[in-house]
């Protein structure tokens, strides 16, 4: 769909992911969580992302893509990057997050769903990061993390960094899909009329309201409380929420809760996805059968629920 107009040499235990817990302050995990924030272009887009170094040599370096949604952005992540030992890349999609990365103007400058997105983190991928890695996808921007890795099957390109040590490999070897729409949501695309019919809500009037009588500290709190977390959320993801929610963050929030990621089927890619790939659900969410399902339809899947 289109809109238009230093390193420890000591060794480390291998990744196992468990539940995501909500993000913490910045220094309270090891000796070496001090986040960096970085930027790179894509195309006429400055792009923005949180870069951990290695704390071990022994891991593999993780991709992060957040979800999109009213205080959404790669702050979401803080939790797991400080936990994860091994380098760590949490990247600010096109349009999302205050860190320094362009906002997107719908009006102005027309996106590709999730075209843009996917291109943004192959960028990433080829010029910045330059080994394999494993991409990690939170929630409805699953496919997302589908098209990178799908495409990243078919192209294999060499890394642009000289130094690299590697070519004609993927640049991906593992996907992780957590709490992903269902494997049914993925292939049945929704109509044309409904995304528009959607997406000229969310623009108009009645949905800025929405929007404003959603972008605050009691209703963050509520929604996370009954939809995020089993838990009660803390003071901290509430207070970083908060801070992400700006006018001018609002589009890509329209545009993908107005079903945009969702135009056509990934039933082919999911299919023909060659790397490992990992499914996650919480031990609570109602949609466990349907996330099942991603293990039958493809090559090399697992899916495992999340326990407390």
Known sequence: ATISSTKSKRR??????????????????????VTEIRYYEHNEWKCAYRYKPAECDNLIPLLLIHPVGIGMSSWFWNNLMHQYQGEVYAVD????GTIGGDTWDPDAHGMFFPLTWVQQCEILLRKVICRPCAVVCQGAVAPVGVLLTWRDC???????????TWSNQNFISHLIL???P?????????PMSTLRRNYQFYRSFLGGLAFDAL??????????????????????FITNAVTEC?????????????????????????ASISQPTLVLCG?????????RAYQEAMMHCTFKVMLE
């Open 246 to 270: 700006k006018k001018e963050l609002r589009s890509p929030i329209m545009a993908v809760n107005a079903g945009m990621l969702m135009h056509r089927s990934w039933k082919d890619e999911l």
């Open 178 to 180: 957590s709490s992903p």
């Open 93 to 96: 999609l096109i349009g999302c």
């Open 215 to 236: 972008e605050n500290r009691f209703a963050i709190k509520l929604f996370s409380n009954l939809f995020l977390f089993d838990n009660p959320v803390d003071d901290n």
């Open 283 to 291: 031990d609570t969410d109602p949609r466990r059968k349907g996330q």
């Open 154 to 164: 078919q192209m294999q390109f060499a890394p642009e960094n000289t130094s690299a």
């Open 182 to 190: 269902t494997y049914k949501a993925m292939i049945e695309p929704l």
């Open 12 to 33: 480390c235990n291998s990744f196992s992911p468990t539940r995501l817990t909500q993000p913490q302050n910045n220094h309270d995990v090891g000796t070496n969580n």
